[in-house]
């Protein structure tokens, strides 16, 4: 079954404990992306990565790392959390089209409170 | 900056028609697509408009017009399961997309 997979689904943590969330897609798809979703914000782009070693920045990706050393794994690395990174995040994953349609497979999301 | 605007919340009764508008302004517009989100579920993929005009999917449709910076999601027969949020999107530039704050639709028997 094609499928992008999150993990964790859950996650309460404290102020500056690192985590990582993990991100994998079986579909090889070479576009993968990290977005978060607040309430009336809708969903804004984080990082994405056009391809294995090749990442950049989205919209709010200050104190957010990504790393994509395999093509399946996008995992999104939060070195130093604080409170205001409470959120819930989706990974998404296509193929890349260079500018036509290029509809993105989302995960089940992962809700991180930050206390 | 970039921003699109769509209702915050629209309530329809089973059987009927409803339509919810994005309007976008972004730096770059490659097309407009339209995502359906159920309460606590991942976004899924319902259309998408790069040129001017119609574009039908069963029971969903989307429009778009470029000159006005518009677009539309037609759903037409509703149903309950239709109750969900629904996100316009803007791919805005080669690996940029921008989406807007979602409309929540109520379908009610």
């Known amino acids: 079954e094609a499928q992008v997979t999150q993990n964790p689904r859950y996650l309460i943590t404290v102020t500056g404990k690192k985590l990582t969330v993990t991100c994998s897609q079986n579909?090889?798809?070479?576009?993968m992306s990290w977005y978060r979703q607040d309430p009336g914000l809708g969903l804004r782009q984080i990082y994405y990565?056009?391809?294995?070693?090749?990442?950049d920045k989205g919209d709010v990706p200050e104190g957010y790392k990504v790393s994509r050393k395999e093509k399946r794994n996008f995992p999104l690395i939060l070195e130093s959390p604080s409170p205001n990174q409470t959120s819930l995040y989706f990974c998404?994953?296509?193929?890349?089209?260079?500018?036509?349609?290029?509809?993105?497979?989302f995960g089940d999301g992962t809700r991180l409170s930050i206390l | 900056g970039q921003s699109l605007e769509q209702p915050s919340e629209v309530t329809a009764v089973e059987g009927a028609i409803v339509q919810i508008n994005c309007t976008y302004q972004?730096?770059?517009?490659?097309?407009l697509s339209w995502y359906q989100q159920h309460d606590g579920g991942a976004p899924t993929f319902l259309s998408y408009?790069?040129?001017?005009g119609l574009e039908e999917t069963g029971r969903f449709s989307s429009f778009l017009s470029r000159s006005d910076s518009y677009g539309y999601l037609l759903l037409q027969e509703l149903q309950m399961k239709d109750s969900a949020s629904y996100f316009c999107?803007?791919?805005?530039?080669?690996?940029?997309?921008?989406f807007g704050s979602g409309t929540k639709l109520n379908v009610k028997p």
């Open positions: 998404a994953s296509s193929l890349l089209v260079p500018t036509g349609n290029q509809p993105q497979h």
């Open positions: 579909m090889n798809h070479e576009y």
């Open positions: 990565s056009m391809n294995v070693e090749v990442t």
């Open positions: 972004t730096s770059g517009f490659y097309g």
């Open positions: 408009n790069a040129l001017d």
């Open positions: 999107a803007v791919r805005a530039g080669f690996n940029k997309f921008y």
